[in-house]
């Protein structure tokens, strides 16, 4: 019923700086919390950073300063703009949102897109 696809990952070098997109889509009837996990070889997905639908942030340590989440609510997307990127920033980004189903009931999934892959080196 809802899917998040996201966008803008690929090369970049170290110091360099990368935009992610996710737009969601399907019976939507509102978004709570959305935000962004990643996942580097050989270990566990973490948090990066998170947006409330009121736009409160916050960021796992490693990214704070540097990375930057955002939201826009009548788009249904939420971004990463990644700055001053690291070697240890490489792995795979996934959007992850809490939604509100169209429906006469009630009803709330979590959501997560398929991932899309941020690899840093020179």
């Known amino acids: 019923q809802v899917q998040l696809v996201e966008s803008g990952g690929g090369l970049v070098q170290p110091g360099g700086s990368l935009r992610l997109s996710c737009a969601a889509s399907?019976?939507?009837?509102?978004?709570?919390?959305m935000g962004w996990y990643r996942q580097a070889p050989g270990k566990e997905r973490e948090l990066v950073a998170r947006?409330?639908?009121?736009?409160?942030?916050n960021y796992a340590d490693s990214m704070k300063g540097r990375f930057t989440i955002s939201r826009d609510n009548a788009e249904k997307k939420v971004y990463l703009q990644m700055n001053s990127l690291k070697p240890d920033d490489t792995a795979v980004y996934y959007c992850n949102a809490v939604v509100n189903i169209i429906g006469a009931t009630y009803r709330v999934l979590e959501v997560w897109g398929q991932g899309t892959l941020v690899t840093v080196s020179s």
């Open positions: 399907g019976s939507i009837f509102s978004i709570d919390t």
């Open positions: 947006i409330t639908s009121g736009g409160t942030t």
